[in-house]
Structure formats: structure tokens, C-alpha cells
């Protein structure tokens, strides 16, 4: 079992940064893709950006260039270092764990990967 578990939400002003963490136990073994996603009321769920146990990533056009996943082996810990927040990004950011093993089924799937385990959220939030 895995549970994600987010932190780093907060507001910022337009043009300013945040950097969430997501600490989730097991994620470099059965389960090799960990994203994150943003959900705002009323709206469909989006994929922000993804990253394999490789290292290799994946990026939602709205947020190439400005936004950046990486990853701590050591801590079993993902990151998301948000730049140049814009008006369009606020929203609940939830962590995600899955695979792009075949077969392994999950509630959401995104970028070549399901994922079967979400964090809670944490809540950003960004003033003009």
C-alpha cells in the first residue's frame, strides 16, 4: 500500500514560485510513475507532470517551461517546483502514485501510466 502525501501548498502572488513534496513509501519498485495532477471545482482533473523511476518526464503544455518534477531517491520523496505561477493554476495539486506495467490497472490514467494512489491535495492558490 501506498499512501502519497503532499505538502508545500500555500499562496503566492502571479510570477512568484511554490515547491510542493510528496513523500510516498514503495514508489521505486512495483510502482514506477509518480505525477502530479491539479483539480479545480467543477473541472475535470489534469495531469500537471510525471516522472518515471528512470528519471525521465513528462509535462502538461500549460506548465512546460515554468514548472519542474524531480525526485529523491533517498527520501521516497517527489517535488514540484512551481515558477511564474500564473492566474490559470490554482487549484488542489494531488500526488500520484502508479505504473506503466501492463495490466496494473488504477482509477486514472495519464501520460502511459495508471495510477491507483492519490494523496489528500494541498490547496494552491495564486493572487494578481
Known amino acids: 500500500q501506498v499512501q502519497p502525501v503532499e505538502s508545500g501548498g500555500g499562496s503566492v502572488q502571479a510570477g512568484g514560485s511554490l515547491k510542493l513534496s510528496c513523500a510516498a513509501s514503495g514508489y521505486r519498485y512495483s510502482r514506477n510513475c509518480m505525477a502530479w495532477f491539479r483539480q479545480v471545482p467543477g473541472k475535470e482533473r489534469e495531469g500537471v507532470a510525471l516522472?518515471?523511476?528512470?528519471?525521465?518526464?513528462f509535462y502538461a503544455d500549460s506548465v512546460k517551461d515554468r514548472f519542474t518534477i524531480s525526485q529523491d531517491y533517498a527520501k521516497n520523496t517527489v517535488y514540484l517546483q512551481m515558477n511564474t505561477l500564473k492566474p490559470q493554476d490554482p487549484a488542489v495539486y494531488h500526488c500520484?502514485?502508479?505504473?506503466?506495467?501492463?495490466?496494473?490497472?488504477?482509477?486514472?490514467?495519464?501520460?502511459?501510466?495508471?495510477?491507483?494512489?492519490w494523496g489528500q491535495g494541498t490547496q494552491v492558490t495564486v493572487s494578481s
Open positions: 516522472i518515471h523511476v528512470g528519471g525521465s518526464t
Open positions: 500520484a502514485a502508479g505504473s506503466s506495467n501492463p495490466g496494473y490497472g488504477g482509477t486514472w490514467s495519464w501520460a502511459g501510466c495508471d495510477f491507483r494512489y
